[in-house]
């Protein structure tokens, strides 16, 4: 695989992540824990090839501009203005939110989820709107 084609392996991992985020929000609400642990646990798996594939991706590419222009444009920078400072925050939220589960801390797991769930959930799903539209809807992006 290239570096090139980082980007599209990207949005499929935030994809397969938002799949399963919901699956496992699904399990836990249908009071199906152990469901609930494997989908979140594929979801967290997913997120964090992800971040390995993000992070070599623009190691080796660096920036790149989005190609699109007029009112598309204002829409792509205010998706990319609310995802970047939450997908920044949503790492420390996973670890707050999964730690006090493998301590059986459920009280706090459930405190802390109810935040770090619909951050992970929109990070996740504007991951692959921002990939659509700069790699696919409207060009490459500028280099």
């Known amino acids: 695989m290239s570096v090139q084609e980082l980007p599209a392996l990207n949005a ?10 919901i699956l ?3 399990m836990i609400k249908m009071g199906r824990q152990k469901a609930h642990v494997v989908c979140m646990s594929t979801a967290l798996l997913f997120s964090a090839a992800f971040l390995v594939s993000y992070l070599i991706y623009h190691f080796n ?16 920078f205010l998706i990319l203005f609310t995802h970047l400072p939450l997908a920044i925050i949503n790492l420390p939220m996973i670890i707050m939110t ?7 801390r459920f009280d706090q797991h459930k405190r802390m989820a109810k935040w770090t769930f619909p951050i992970w959930l ?17 060009g490459p992006p500028l280099a």
């Open 61 to 76: 590419v660096g920036h790149v501009k989005f190609a699109g222009q007029g009112i598309v444009r204002t829409i792509y």
């Open 122 to 138: 929109y990070v996740s799903v504007t991951g692959v709107i921002i990939y659509l539209m700069c790699y696919v809807w409207f």
């Open 24 to 26: 496992g929000i699904l």
């Open 12 to 21: 499929i991992l935030n994809a397969c992540a938002t799949v399963f985020l």
């Open 98 to 104: 999964v730690v006090p589960a493998l301590k059986s």
